[in-house]
């Protein structure tokens, strides 16, 4: 059973691409302005307009409606559609690879190379060591298959497919706004916790058993680490804490554990020694503000050089501190006073000693601590909940893409015409001389007439039923167009003498002989 829908068709993507590069210096232009389209602007969806006199490489001529295939690093999907003309001359970068398909649809095309199935092709067989230095290759690419639907079917995929990405970007919106503000409710939770509103009415009118205090004066201890000279143990030793395992306020010790052995512990490191209970802030940033209570995981700990432990004393508890570091108050106002270099910003110990803390009443604190721990559940929840419909929600896409270039999204029309025949009619209307431009002939050698009858007998004396348009071409001497168009024609055929197929290992379509 065909995996393709009724009355669409499988062809290569070198057969429907039009685009002959047309290079362009803009330098030799100074004073002229460009429609650029390239790499770095594409996450904005804007080319840029550029004078020839800024812009120093060559560039090739592109028109409305191409399609541009991002060859860097194709794990990256980065397909664009050029826009209607708007007076300055259009132009890309060598890095895109241009698609022009006159008499399909642009936005179905658009689509259906960022679709899943596509994606996976195009991130095969890439050259380069990796990453950004990954390269699709143009021919490589040209032998890929592409679905073609129905002209009227394409445009209403292209359409629903506007419609539900543009439902997806509103509801992401959405999702946004409402992440931001339940970031907001926690500053403002805590911002009415430390200024003593949110126990206001717990309180009654009498606050006098606030107090306004130093870091070191209700601290047992206030003290930052440092680096063991002999370097880190196995599990067996003491936990050393860095930067790196604070994360979202709370202690994450899986991700690059380190311990230090006893002896450092109670020796070199032994007035950095941390346990259960005590708040950590990290003093080396960006970013600062890092803040965590150190777990009772292990009964003790230590940490290094770019924390500071907050040991609370009889008067203050630990939630309490935890939740004054985290409002970030003191940190706010010593900022202009940090120091660094190269970027670095470091807090000192001594003003870490000096930092103001509010003190209410334990029973208060404790009260206090309930409260945020009970809304800051609450957020946490409605937190979660946001980013689980936000993650089914940035899968949609590719979802949707999937069952498009499958027949699923929209109803088929019989009606519509089918894909082999608006190809052929497409051909038909390349091939009448009055409608296409004379193109200069650049080959060195005699080309062969080209007709059906002369590529069929070519074809014929090939040694292989299978066989790929590079091999074809090497066997006859013709230019890539001219082949190209009367393949189309042969494949188009009502008793085809070749037909298409997908080679799975190469990863590519190839022809193969029908014999008769």
């Known amino acids: 059973m065909s995996d393709i829908p009724p009355g669409w068709m499988k062809v290569n993507v070198g057969l429907i691409n039009e685009f002959t590069s047309q290079p362009i210096d803009p330098a030799r232009q100074p004073e002229e302005v460009f429609e650029v389209y390239s790499v770095p602007a594409f996450p904005t969806r804007q080319p840029e307009l550029l004078s020839g006199a800024t812009i120093g490489s060559i560039k090739q001529i592109v028109a409305p409606d191409d399609i541009l295939i991002c060859k860097i690093n194709p794990r990256i999907n980065r397909v664009w559609?050029?826009?209607?003309?708007?007076?300055?001359?259009?132009?890309?970068?060598?890095?895109?690879?241009?698609?022009?398909?006159?008499?399909?649809?642009?936005?179905?095309?658009?689509?259906?190379?960022?679709?899943?199935?596509?994606?996976?092709?195009?991130?095969?067989?890439?050259?380069?060591?990796?990453?950004?230095?990954?390269?699709?290759?143009?021919?490589?690419?040209?032998?890929?298959?592409?679905?073609?639907?129905?002209?009227?079917e394409q445009k209403r995929i292209a359409a629903k497919i506007d419609r539900l990405f543009a439902r997806i970007d509103t509801c992401r919106e959405r999702l946004d706004r409402l992440l931001s503000g339940i970031r907001q409710l926690r500053q403002s939770v805590l911002s009415a916790a430390v200024s003593g509103r949110l126990t206001e009415k717990w309180r009654g009118s009498d606050s006098t058993g606030w107090t306004l205090e130093r870091a070191a004066d209700v601290c047992e201890k206030v003290q930052n680490g440092g680096t063991p000279r002999d370097g880190f143990v196995g599990p067996a030793g003491i936990p050393f804490l860095k930067v790196y395992n604070l994360?979202?306020?709370?202690?994450?010790?899986?991700?690059?554990?380190?311990?230090?052995?006893?002896?450092?512990?109670?020796?070199?490191?032994?007035?950095?020694?941390?346990?259960?209970?005590?708040?950590?802030?990290?003093?080396?940033?960006?970013?600062?503000?890092?803040?965590?209570?150190?777990?009772?995981?292990?009964?003790?700990?230590?940490?290094?050089?770019?924390?500071?432990?907050?040991?609370?004393?009889?008067?203050?508890?630990t939630g309490w501190l935890y939740y004054l570091l985290c409002k970030g108050d003191n940190l706010a106002a010593i900022l202009h006073?940090?120091?660094?270099?190269?970027?670095?910003?470091?807090?000192?110990?001594?003003?870490?000693?000096?930092?103001?803390?509010?003190?209410?009443?334990?029973?208060?604190?404790?009260?206090?601590?309930?409260?945020?721990?009970?809304?800051?559940?609450?957020?946490?929840?409605?937190?979660?909940?946001?980013?689980?419909?936000?993650?089914?929600?940035?899968?949609?896409?590719?979802?949707?893409?999937?069952?498009?270039?499958?027949?699923?999204?929209?109803?088929?029309?019989?009606?519509?015409?089918?894909?082999?025949?608006?190809?052929?009619?497409?051909?038909?209307?390349?091939?009448?001389?009055?409608?296409?431009?004379?193109?200069?002939n650049r080959m060195k050698t005699s080309l062969t007439e080209l007709s059906p009858e002369t590529v069929l007998a070519s074809i014929r004396h090939l040694p292989d039923d299978q066989f790929t348009f590079d091999e074809?071409?090497?066997?006859?001497?013709?230019?890539?167009?001219?082949?190209?168009?009367?393949?189309?024609k042969l494949l188009l055929d009502q008793q085809p003498a070749l037909k298409q197929v997908f080679d799975p290992e190469r990863q590519m379509m190839n022809f193969i002989r029908v014999r008769p």
Not at 248 to 254: A, E, I, R, T
Not at 257 to 285: C, T, W
Not at 406 to 424: H, T
Not at 479 to 487: F, K, Q
């Open 81 to 152: 559609k050029v826009a209607p003309r708007t007076g300055f001359v259009q132009i890309a970068s060598s890095e895109w690879m241009v698609l022009r398909s006159t008499g399909l649809s642009p936005d179905y095309l658009r689509y259906y190379f960022s679709s899943p199935a596509f994606r996976e092709l195009i991130c095969q067989g890439v050259t380069g060591v990796g990453g950004s230095l990954t390269r699709a290759q143009p021919k490589r690419i040209a032998a890929f298959p592409v679905l073609i639907a129905p002209l009227n």
């Open 247 to 317: 994360v979202n306020q709370s202690v994450d010790f899986h991700y690059k554990p380190q311990f230090i052995s006893s002896v450092v512990h109670e020796k070199e490191l032994k007035k950095s020694q941390a346990r259960p209970g005590d708040v950590l802030m990290n003093i080396v940033g960006p970013p600062l503000g890092k803040v965590a209570i150190v777990p009772d995981t292990y009964p003790e700990w230590n940490i290094n050089q770019a924390l500071t432990l907050f040991r609370p004393g009889k008067r203050l508890t």
């Open 337 to 440: 006073e940090t120091r660094g270099s190269a970027g670095q910003l470091n807090i000192s110990l001594s003003q870490c000693r000096n930092f103001r803390f509010s003190i209410p009443p334990l029973a208060e604190q404790r009260e206090i601590v309930r409260r945020v721990d009970t809304l800051f559940a609450y957020a946490d929840a409605l937190e979660s909940r946001c980013l689980a419909a936000r993650a089914q929600l940035d899968r949609l896409p590719a979802a949707t893409l999937d069952r498009a270039f499958r027949g699923l999204l929209v109803p088929q029309d019989p009606a519509d015409e089918p894909a082999p025949a608006l190809l052929k009619r497409l051909q038909a209307a390349k091939a009448n001389p009055s409608t296409q431009p004379r193109r200069k």
């Open 472 to 488: 074809l071409r090497r066997q006859i001497t013709a230019d890539y167009d001219s082949l190209r168009d009367v393949l189309f």
